[in-house]
Each structure stands twice: as C-alpha cells, then as structure tokens.
C-alpha cells in the first residue's frame, strides 16, 4: 500500500536504484580508498542523467519508451561532468553509461546497469590505467 505512493506497478526499479546507490557508494569508497567521486559519479550518471532521458522522452513521445535522442541528452550531461570529475576516465565512464542506458532486461534495468557500468570503468581504470584518472 505504501508503495502505491511513489511507485508505478508496471515500472518498480525504483527500489533497484536505492540498493544501487548504497551499494556503488559504499564499494567506491573501501575501493578507491576514500576517494567520495568514485562511488558518487556513478549514481550521479543515474540520477541527473537519466531524469534528463526522461525530460526529452516526455518532450518527444509523451510516453516511457527509450530513445537514442534521450541518450544523447544524458551523454551532454555525464560527458562533460564525468571529465571535470575523474578527467578521461569519468568523460567514458559518462558515455558508456548513456549507452548503456538505453537497453533494459527484466529483471535488470538501467536503475542497476548504469551505475555499475560506471563503477566498473572507474574501477578498472584506477587498477589498469591509473594515470588516466584525475582526483
């Protein structure tokens, strides 16, 4: 009942994006050593990034659908922040994640992938290509 407050019956990934958001947090913090933007540029992407999806999905189809024109409205947000945050590594964690974004598999959805796609660019980057990060 509860639920019914904020939650579509036919979209509930909202929960997934809570647990995702804890979850990426906490691993980039103990991962990175204490480093807040690799866990918060991940769920950053997710947030701010797909409500922007959503903004131009409403504009062009009034409906939720995916769209590349939504894609490419996140990639005009999370490129340039993830480049000002993490430099060349967070500008590819930004565009991976808003491709990433347009595909969903039920159970899994964007809610999950596109803050773990993010984490795992970083994560990979800080152990592979180290040089490449900008703190």
Known sequence: MLMNLFQVEENAYEVSFCVMWGFVLALGWLVSGGNFWFGVLPVLFM??????TGIVRNI????????????????????PVGAAVLGVVGALAGAISSIVEHFESNPVDDNITVPLSA?????????????????
Not at 47 to 52: E, P, T
Not at 61 to 75: C, E, P, V
Not at 119 to 135: C, D, I, N, R
């Open 47 to 52: 947030s701010v990034g797909d409500a922007v």
């Open 60 to 79: 062009l189809y009034k409906r939720r659908t995916k769209s590349w024109w939504g894609n490419l409205a996140m990639a005009v947000f999370s490129v």
């Open 119 to 135: 984490f795992l660019v970083v994560v990979l980057a800080k152990f592979s290509a180290p040089w490449l990060l900008s703190t």
